[in-house]
């Protein structure tokens, strides 16, 4: 996966959206007219938590080694258990 990867398409591989909801977010966001983020969105629908847009930024960014290949649960527990230097 690269860095272009949608955030919604990476919420949808970790199985945290199905098609529906991300095509339901992404109608909100063409029927806005504003320029908004679409784990905004997601998250005000209620769709997403904030631990799951971070995991998919994690992968979108490519912020470790094998994220691109992690679970959402494998994800979350790396960033949970991993200090900051």
Known sequence: M???QKL???LLRLKVLNRIDRDR???TLRRSGRRQKFGQVARAMGLVTEEQILAALAV?????PGVQWMTLD?????LQTTEVC
């Open 25 to 27: 977010v992404l109608e």
């Open 8 to 10: 919604g398409d990476i």
């Open 60 to 64: 979108q960014m490519d912020l470790f």
């Open 2 to 4: 690269s860095a272009e």
């Open 74 to 78: 494998q994800i979350l527990e790396y």
